[in-house]
């Protein structure tokens, strides 16, 4: 059942990338020609971050690149640690700006001067208003991701449901919000989850210690809690390393967004049941494609313009459904992991230590 | 006698800030062929102005022998007011005189507590600190509140007056108001003697409990301007505004030379330390130093600024030096230097 709803929804990812390059010359990226790019992830430290670096490096190594790739953050997640950065982008001359922003609007004032001073700017992960971004990577649709998280509660829970807690990462990170808010539109929308009952959303600021804390404070204060949902790769490990501090592996459950190499002891151990992630490198990868295709004239940020990135085949810029009047890329698709298929993925990691691919 | 060494290490720790500033700039014009341009230099100080603002004063507090953990609270405090009231309707100038009164009402409960029930200003501002920040996070909980008309925002993002940045203007003419005060008026004076021996002042007559409450009034007030600045530099708002600068403001002031046992430091040395950090993070961010090295080079600084006056010190108390300075100066005897040293 599972793996027939996946393999439909692959079905119409591939559907809806491939459908138009029949229609529509594919445009190729012209290796050699000098860029200079920043990467600019939501903060340092962390491991998502870094395998977003490594597939942005693989194809400024595949492009022949002679220009630079810088790789840049605040070292905590803030949207004014990252306006400085922006601004000595500018200041540098900075030719493709790459953000995974975290804040939807406080980084306009600086994105918006970085495409008037000429440079491109494409949001990942964590997009800007429209204003202020050319085109945004989408790993996945936003809206999807509300589904997968719903129906990982629903087979922790079970039929008869239960409550269960939302842990984010930062009140203000807008990937975040609007993955709640999309799971909190099917739970309302779909009687099949009508038991499923959300008692708390909580921030642990995308740090392990209050994420930790958190999780605490959630079993504390709601001792019928049978699932901690973290759409965070942060909050996910530390709410399962503080169900198995605690001893109730079993009995509250973990699961939401988490990196495969973190979160294998706990699958193994049982103390996180399901979790779902897509590939930041694959993210890193196709958002260093579509810059230096924007930035070296190849091709315009307009709906309906088909590219091939890479190693990653043909991708089309659409209009975002989820934010009127911005464009995105849908990367997609997502990944479930859990103890069914953990031989899988479990050998996959000792190949290759990365998520998701 | 006492007093001219004293005088002496500040001069020379001056002179240590400028000469690294110098370096600083030197290595960053080396680094980054853009650090010269005018959108460069501009941005030096619109990125930060809201920390040096504050900066200003807590050197007032410090040298006074008190700390204000508050002020970054204070700050996020008045700018959830001012979302506050612009979302439930109010004009902007009425949103911004309740939220500069806010700070003001946030310098009065700290300087009461502090002066007139003589409780340590480390654990009342740290009260602060939390429940300033509970009250900004009660106004917004979670809402992010944008959407201020352009002059507000403008003004902040790049507003001019003539071809100088009018961040820059503003700020200038604040340093110049905090030097004259602290150094050129008797309100300074009696900010440096309490700081030094507050029985003493008390002795003398100075009413230290005004001083010590205009000098927290005034640190709020400051704050709530900076808090309501950093708003309109950003564009909109939310409850977690200046988290965590307070750590970033003390240690650009006590960089400055201010001992953070009250008495001792210069305005002078305050700016000249702002300038070596803002001129020193921006050459790092020019050349792409990650932000964890940028933030162990500043501290690394700060451990600096404090050994090394120690570590003059110990050298003066020393034999050699001493022979050495007697040999420099062979008008003073024995006799004269310990009755210097005695009275």
């Not at chain 1, 790789?71 to 949207?79: D, G, I, K, L, Q």
């Not at chain 1, 642990?204 to 809690?225: F, K, M, Q, R, V």
Request: proline share 3%; with cysteine; hydrophobic share 50%.
């Amino acid at each position: 059942m599972k793996n027939l709803r996946i393999a439909f929804l692959m079905m119409i990812v591939l559907l809806v990338t491939v459908q138009p390059a029949f229609m529509q010359d594919v445009i190729v990226a012209t290796p050699g020609q000098e860029v200079n790019m920043l990467l600019l992830p939501k903060a340092l430290g962390n491991a998502v971050f870094d395998q977003a670096h490594e597939g942005a490096q693989e194809a400024h190594a595949e492009l022949e690149n002679p220009g630079e790739l810088i790789f840049n953050a605040p070292t905590e997640a803030s949207a004014p640690g990252q306006i400085e950065i922006i601004e000595a982008a500018i200041t540098q001359g900075v030719d493709g700006i790459m953000i995974s922003a975290n804040d939807y609007e406080q980084l306009l004032p600086s994105t918006q001067r970085a495409l008037e001073a000429g440079s491109t700017v494409v949001t990942w992960d964590s997009p800007v208003d429209p204003s202020g971004e050319q085109v945004f990577i989408a790993q996945v649709d936003f809206s999807e991701t509300g589904t997968v998280m719903a129906d990982m509660a629903l087979r922790i829970l079970g039929e008869d449901g239960g409550q269960f807690a939302i842990l984010s990462a930062t009140p203000d990170a807008s990937n975040q919000n609007a993955w709640i808010a999309a799971m909190q539109e099917v739970l309302e929308s779909d009687p099949q989850y009508a038991n499923l009952e959300l008692v708390a959303i909580v921030y642990g600021n995308d740090d392990p210690d209050d994420s930790y804390n958190e999780a605490l404070g959630l079993i504390d204060s709601y001792p019928d809690l049978g699932l901690i949902m973290a759409p965070t790769t942060v909050g996910i490990a530390a709410a399962a390393k503080a169900m198995q501090d605690e001893g109730l592996c079993g009995t509250v459950a973990v699961s939401g967004l988490g990196l495969p190499l973190e979160m294998q002891e706990f699958v193994e151990n049982g103390c996180a049941q399901e979790f779902a992630l897509w590939s930041f490198k694959d993210l890193g990868y196709l958002t260093y494609y579509v810059t230096y295709l924007l930035e070296t004239g190849a091709m315009e940020a307009e709906a309906g313009v088909t590219f091939e990135a890479g190693r990653m085949g043909t991708y089309t810029i659409e209009e975002d459904p989820t934010r009127e009047g911005a464009l995105r890329v849908l990367m997609g698709p997502f990944s479930v992991y859990n103890a069914d298929n953990f031989e899988e993925w479990a050998v996959d990691l000792e190949a290759t230590p990365e998520a998701g691919s | 006698m006492n007093l001219l060494t004293r005088f002496s290490w500040l001069r020379r720790w001056e002179t240590l800030l400028f000469v690294i500033l110098c370096v600083v700039i030197v290595i960053n014009t080396q680094l980054s062929e853009h650090f010269f341009n005018v959108d460069n230099i501009s941005n030096i100080f619109r990125l930060s102005i809201e920390k040096a603002m504050v900066v200003l004063l807590m050197t007032f507090v410090i040298i006074n022998g008190e700390i204000d953990l508050s002020i970054a609270s204070v700050m996020g405090l008045a700018a959830s007011v001012l979302a506050f009231t612009y979302e439930a309707g109010w004009s902007l100038p009425v949103g911004f005189v309740v939220a500069m009164a806010v700070g003001a009402l946030c310098g009065v409960i700290n300087g009461f507590f502090i002066t007139y029930l003589n409780m340590p200003s480390i654990v009342v501002t740290l009260a602060g600190l939390i429940a300033y920040r509970g009250v900004a996070r009660i106004l917004l909980e979670d809402r992010s509140v944008g959407g201020y008309p352009e002059w507000f925002t403008g003004l902040a993002q790049n507003g001019m007056i003539g071809s100088f940045p009018f961040t820059v203007i503003l700020f200038a003419v604040m340093f110049v108001a905090c030097f004259i005060i602290l150094g050129r008026t008797a309100f300074g004076r009696y900010v440096y003697v309490i700081g030094n021996n507050r029985a003493g002042a008390e002795y003398a007559g100075i009413n230290v409990r005004r001083i010590k409450m205009t000098i927290f009034v005034a640190t709020g007030l400051m704050a709530a301007f900076a808090g309501l600045w950093y708003a309109a530099r950003l564009g909109n708002i939310r409850a977690n505004a200046a988290e965590g600068f307070e750590l970033d403001i003390i240690t650009m002031v006590l960089l400055g030379g201010v001992s953070i046992f009250g008495g001792k430091g210069t305005m002078l040395g305050v700016g000249l330390s702002l300038l070596v950090v803002l001129n020193m993070r921006n050459g790092m961010s020019l050349a792409n130093v990650s932000g964890n090295v940028q933030t162990s080079i500043v501290g690394a600084l700060l451990i600096l600024s404090v050994l090394i006056p120690n570590w003059a010190q110990s050298l003066q108390n020393t034999k050699w030096w001493r022979s050495f300075v007697e040999r420099d100066k062979p008008s003073l005897t024995k006799g004269e230097t310990a009755k210097g040293e005695a009275g």
